[in-house]
């Protein structure tokens, strides 16, 4: 008989490939799963009732309508369903996921992607903090498996929490290689002379994108191009125009997870550089970081330990300390400039992709999962 799993995330889960490929390894294994997840940055985005069901909220400057809206979708999503794996993806759903799988006596698996309470975003808001630290605490303790992204993530929870049964499943891309390239010089009209360099991910504080921009003025032929959206987009856009290098910065949004391959791919460099501004963000370990390796791009990465030894380890690009503006300068001048340096890395990116990536990731993980 199929086992169904009942997966829950704050966030929309075409765009999250961690979801996307889990869902189809689960089902290539046999599973029945259902997805509920929520979107409220897309526009003119309607609510989806299928398989993978995503919920449309309206996000205002009262942030309470907004949990209160997905409590209340995500509650009534989770009393008509009947899994025998229920799976948080993350912290929000984590009570809500938690007291359901408990009440219907299935398994339970909470996916801590991030050290919630540590989050950088959160470091001045003490009592958000305080509130997420007693809401993890109290229900990390009652799920069956704590999933991470990274060892030093999992021996944090055991310490912080005395648990022990974290697993690492790291944010790795499917093993492939773009379908359809997209031209992304003549779809920007970007002259051939010029080197892209890549950001993909959530526009927030804490990615380096503030300090590329500020330092675009000093390399004239790097076009910085940016895939995804976030609270700071607006705020991107100004420091563009602020810094007189906005002809050569290209916003293009959020691309859906299956397509993101063929823009990732048209880029010279992958931007990996998460600023050390919380706990959680000094155990970085980005799933761009792996995009950026599949798709055969090198990387100007931050000496943030584990995304360092992954970079030294199969010598796929550079590393620099975000701080140091002449680190960063001379690494992107480096990466960009030395063809022979750069082609070595693309070949070593190439290797290491027949490793790190999602195919052995989970066969590595999925006799624990479904156990």
Known sequence: MKKKVFIAFLGNALHDSRITNLKDSLEADG??????????????????INDITI???????????????????????????????????????????????????SKVIYNSRELYPFLGGLRNKKFTQWLIKKIEKKYIKKVDLVLTTGEMDSKFLEDYYGIKNTMVLRNIPL?????????????????????????????????????????????????????????LRKEFERAA??????????????????????????ADIGLALIENISISYYHALPNKLFEYIMAGIPVLSSN?????????????????DEKDDSQILAGLKKLTEDGDFNSRLKENCAKASLELNWDKEYSRVKDRLLS
């Open 55 to 105: 919920y449309k909220l309206n996000k205002s400057k009262f942030s309470f309508l907004f949990y209160f809206s997905f409590a209340v979708k995500l509650w009534k999503s989770l009393k008509l369903s009947n899994a025998d794996i229920y799976i948080a993806e993350d912290f929000f759903p984590l009570a809500f996921t938690t007291i359901i799988g408990r009440r219907k006596n």
């Open 175 to 231: 093993l492939r290689k773009p379908g359809n390239k997209i031209d992304l010089r003549k779809l920007l009209n970007i002259p051939s002379s010029n080197k892209i360099v890549l950001y993909q991910g959530v526009m927030i504080e804490g990615r380096g994108i503030i300090r590329i921009i500020s330092l675009l003025k000093e390399l004239p032929n790097i076009e910085f191009v940016l895939l995804g959206d976030g609270a």
């Open 304 to 320: 943030l330990p584990q995304m360092e030894k992954i970079v030294n380890d199969y010598q796929v690009g550079i590393i620099v």
């Open 31 to 48: 599973c029945e799963v259902k997805v509920i997840s929520f979107d409220w940055t897309t526009q003119n985005f309607k609510t989806i």
């Open 241 to 266: 125009i602020k810094y007189k290098v906005s002809d050569r910065i290209h916003f293009l949004g959020t691309i859906p997870q299956r397509e993101l391959m063929n823009y990732t791919s048209a």
